[in-house]
């Protein structure tokens, strides 16, 4: 593999566990100061049942050694509606096209599996988040308007919507 290549998407596989907890809770606890640990998130303990189901999937961004750099889960609430959960970047590789080839890919997996409706929770503090998803289509919504079945989290403040 070209180690100049950019990183490729591809969905999870269990052997994927460590790298996407390497790339998710120093995010988590470093950059934002988010106090939860991997333990915290039951998401993470179980990816195949809690995403790999339904509609649903997990994507991993893996880049040319093998490292994983980026993540992005969607969880299917019904109704033809799922969540986008867990999109993180290493900041290695942010602005390099990653985060847009990873929701280009729960996109494209969200059409095929005919969900109408992606919703998504984030905190007040991911400015360059809010950036991005108001860039690629997400509309923020009140939170009145989420549906009973959303996995709402504790630390989520804003919710967007993007109809497909």
Known sequence: MDPSAPPIVRPFR?????????????????????????????DLLAIPDFYQSGAGGFWVAEAADGSIVGTIGLR?????????????????????GTARRLLDTLVAHAKAAGLRTVLLGTTARF????????KNGFVEIATEELPASFPRMAVDTKFYRLQL
């Open 14 to 42: 269990p052997a994927d566990t460590e790298g996407v907890a390497a790339v998710i809770v120093p995010i988590q606890q470093s950059e934002f100061g988010i106090p939860i640990r991997y333990e915290d998130q039951p």
């Open 76 to 96: 299917d609430i019904g109704g033809g509606m799922a969540a986008l959960r867990k999109m993180f970047v290493a900041s290695g590789h942010r602005g390099d």
């Open 127 to 134: 400015l360059a988040a809010h950036r991005f998803y108001e």
